[in-house]
């Protein structure tokens, strides 16, 4: 089972930034969070990773509370194009082993409207 | 160039038939993932394989045999297909740096049993 929280759908206007949240309670001290997204139709892809500090990559912002229960995707100006679902998963290091698979729970749908 | 590619993208068949989805990776990556989503949109992690090595083999009836000739490809053939068998089917793969690691998405085969 996945072992985080996201909210079933969330609106953005176009141009603004979406706030995303994901809670993880029983998060361990080695686990990374990760987000991907998936657009209509097409693979999974891969957005930004986390162990405890805040990430930034040309994408998205990851922002991870000190007691790492809970983080925030920021997508700073939502496009059309990221409407997708996306998927917060909490996952041990992958060192080739069977850690290596990502559980995907049922996401977030985001919607972002003009 | 595309990463990592599937064929076919579509597979429409009859109940009891065998077939093959074949998936090649042109990043140099070690480990190679097959996922099934359903028509619920979960997204489950059914194969995993490193270095042309089973990891992970989830729970997934013997019908389906993935095969790895080499690292850069990971086929998956299925027998006797049946009805619940209709889903779209992912290829992944992945190269774990100090545990942590980014897995790169094929674009899908839908797969229907008639």
């Known amino acids: 089972d996945a072992k985080t929280t996201q909210p079933t759908s969330m609106d953005c206007a176009e141009g603004r930034a979406a706030n995303l949240p994901c809670n993880h309670s029983t998060i361990s001290g080695n686990e990374y969070v990760y987000w991907y997204r998936q657009i209509h139709s097409q693979g999974p892809q891969y957005i930004i990773h986390g162990l405890k500090n805040n990430e930034t990559n040309e994408m998205a912002s990851l922002i991870i509370t000190e007691d790492r229960k809970s983080s925030t995707l920021i997508l700073p100006h939502a496009t059309l194009r990221d409407t997708a679902v996306y998927y917060c998963i909490v996952r041990s290091p992958n060192y080739g082993g069977s850690q290596g698979n990502l559980i995907f729970g049922k996401g977030t749908k985001l919607s972002v409207k003009p | ?114």
């Open chain 2, 1 to 114: 160039d595309t990463a990592v590619s599937q064929t076919p993208k579509y597979l429409v068949t009859q109940m009891g038939n065998d077939k093959s989805i074949k998936c090649e990776q042109n990043l140099g990556h070690d480990t190679m993932y097959w996922y099934k989503q359903d028509s619920k949109k979960f997204l489950k992690i059914m194969f995993s394989y490193n270095n042309k090595e089973l990891i992970i083999n989830e729970t997934v009836p013997n019908r389906f045999s993935p095969k790895s000739p080499d690292k850069a490809h990971l086929n998956l053939h299925i027998n006797s297909l049946e009805l619940g068998d209709s889903a779209v089917y992912f290829c992944a793969s992945s190269q774990a740096t100090s545990g942590v690691d980014t897995q790169y998405f094929g674009p899908g085969t839908r797969l229907t049993v008639l």
